[in-house]
């Protein structure tokens, strides 16, 4: 008598499946562990993301069997594999997440496990609603063309009190800079209320753009329990506001959609601070990369995200964050080296955030590979300029003139006495 077949994990393994233009991919980095080979490994975590189990079914059926992810594609410690779409919710992030995300960290067979990218088909794009404004409709809120947004941080990033916050939004709007930011872990505590907050922000915005002549905002951060964050999102649009910020991975996937419909609701563009994303992409051999959490952003239609600067006090390298910034902002992305093409049917460009221990004498260097079409938040390249911080503010948006007007910046700042004081402090750099 012959044995019964066990499981069927390397029924999930198949070199000849081709993929099919309406299927989800996903590439993966595994380290399988012990006593396992790769292909087993990636059996195991196409039959578990899909339809499979641990062991052979007496219930299983031909219509199971032909929704069978497939490992099509093994290379060294990379593997490829094909989803068939009716396995996924169209326009649910999260159930994605539950699938692809789910059980399969914590399989006995993988010792670490990386998704590295993700492909979606038109079907799949086509349910979300991707963003609302997008890189042109930011610009235009901003009637910024042709050179980056411009954005700070308060310093200290816990401001004593709203007014306090809002006098240093004042100076730098002064100083020339477009947007005021809040800081991922400012939200409403006892000594900056959130309410307070938005009142005195936009206060001294009207004031700014009165003396300034330009266009002027503020991100200010919602980031709360969801029935809250759709409370504060109402009282930024009451004060005359247009932007909210959320933290998108701390709020979660599920909260971040309805905010999405909310926003669209309130007319209010979004800006997406990716805080814990290193949770995630920090390990090299392990979670997922911000390429990935970038497209799911996309999909769900944030209107600005931080992608990184390669350089700076965050990770992450030149390369990276240029595929980053490829990702939200390119119509149809092109497949480069193990990453996947990716067609976004229309969707709209998000508007690319470099932020992360910038400062002035670092500008022209990110621009030189970022382009115009930006945001550079800085904070502390502001707020340490040793003039104060309307200089600091005033050093930056010189920096970004020297740039367009291909001046070096040192030659720049002998007539900038704001820029000349940032470059002593901190000085240049190029990347190579």
């Known amino acids: 008598m012959s044995e019964e077949k066990v499981d069927w994990y390397l029924d999930f393994v198949d070199s000849k499946r081709e993929p099919r233009k309406d299927e989800i991919q996903l590439l993966f980095k595994v380290t399988p562990a012990k006593g396992f080979s790769i292909e087993e490994a990636a059996g195991r975590i196409a039959s578990e993301s899909s339809v499979g189990t641990w062991t052979t079914l007496s219930t299983l059926t031909q219509e199971t069997i032909n929704r069978m992810a497939k490992a099509y594609r093994i290379s060294n410690d990379l593997v490829w594999v094909t989803y068939p779409l009716e396995l996924f919710e169209l326009g649910s992030i999260p159930q994605l997440f539950s699938s692809v995300f789910g059980?399969?960290?914590?399989?006995?067979?993988?010792?670490?496990?990386?998704?590295?990218?993700?492909?979606?088909?038109?079907?799949?794009?086509?349910?979300?609603?991707?963003?609302?404004?997008?890189?042109?409709?930011?610009?235009?809120?901003?009637?910024?063309?042709?050179?980056?947004?411009?954005?700070?941080?308060?310093?200290?990033?816990?401001?004593?009190?709203?007014?306090?916050?809002?006098?240093?939004?004042?100076?730098?709007?002064?100083?020339?800079?477009?947007?005021?930011?809040?800081?991922?872990?400012?939200?409403?505590?006892?000594?900056?209320?959130?309410?307070?907050?938005?009142?005195?922000?936009?206060?001294?915005?009207?004031?700014?753009?009165?003396?300034?002549?330009?266009?002027?905002?503020?991100?200010?951060?919602?980031?709360?329990?969801?029935?809250?964050?759709?409370?504060?999102?109402?009282?930024?649009?009451?004060?005359?506001?247009?932007?909210?910020?959320?933290?998108?991975?701390?709020?979660?996937?599920?909260?971040?959609?309805?905010?999405?419909?909310?926003?669209?609701?309130?007319?209010?563009?979004?800006?997406?601070?990716?805080?814990?994303?290193?949770?995630?992409?920090?390990?090299?051999?392990?979670?997922?990369?911000?390429?990935?959490?970038?497209?799911?952003?996309?999909?769900?239609?944030?209107?600005?995200?931080?992608?990184?600067?390669?350089?700076?006090?965050?990770?992450?390298?030149?390369?990276?964050?240029?595929?980053?910034?490829?990702?939200?902002?390119?119509?149809?992305?092109?497949?480069?080296?193990?990453y996947f093409s990716q067609k976004w049917y229309g969707l709209k460009p998000v508007t690319p955030v470099s932020s992360g221990g910038l400062h002035p004498g670092l500008i022209p260097a990110l621009l030189d590979y970022m382009g115009p079409d930006i945001a550079v938040q800085i904070g502390g390249g502001v707020l340490g300029n040793p003039l104060g911080a309307r200089a600091g503010a005033k050093a930056a948006r010189d920096a970004i003139d020297a740039w367009q007007k291909k001046i070096p910046l040192e030659e720049y700042a002998e007539k900038s006495k704001e820029l000349k004081a940032a470059l002593e402090k901190w000085g240049t750099k190029s990347f190579e």
Do not use: C
Request: charged share 30%.
């Open 103 to 338: 059980n399969i960290y914590g399989m006995k067979a993988v010792s670490r496990l990386r998704i590295m990218d993700i492909k979606f088909p038109e079907e799949y794009v086509k349910s979300f609603r991707g963003p609302q404004f997008g890189l042109e409709g930011v610009q235009n809120i901003l009637k910024v063309k042709g050179r980056p947004i411009l954005a700070t941080v308060p310093k200290p990033k816990l401001s004593p009190s709203p007014e306090a916050h809002a006098k240093i939004g004042y100076e730098i709007w002064m100083g020339g800079e477009d947007l005021l930011k809040d800081d991922e872990n400012l939200t409403s505590q006892p000594f900056n209320k959130f309410e307070d907050r938005v009142r005195e922000v936009l206060k001294y915005r009207d004031k700014a753009e009165k003396e300034t002549g330009e266009r002027k905002s503020a991100l200010i951060n919602i980031t709360a329990e969801t029935e809250e964050m759709k409370r504060r999102a109402k009282l930024v649009k009451d004060y005359g506001g247009e932007f909210i910020m959320i933290d998108i991975l701390t709020v979660g996937w599920a909260a971040l959609q309805t905010m999405r419909e909310v926003a669209e609701d309130l007319g209010l563009a979004i800006h997406a601070h990716r805080a814990f994303h290193a949770a995630f992409d920090k390990l090299p051999d392990h979670g997922a990369t911000m390429l990935v959490l970038a497209k799911m952003s996309r999909l769900i239609g944030v209107d600005l995200l931080h992608i990184g600067t390669g350089v700076g006090k965050m990770e992450g390298t030149k390369s990276e964050v240029i595929r980053h910034k490829e990702a939200v902002t390119l119509e149809d992305v092109p497949q480069e080296d193990i």
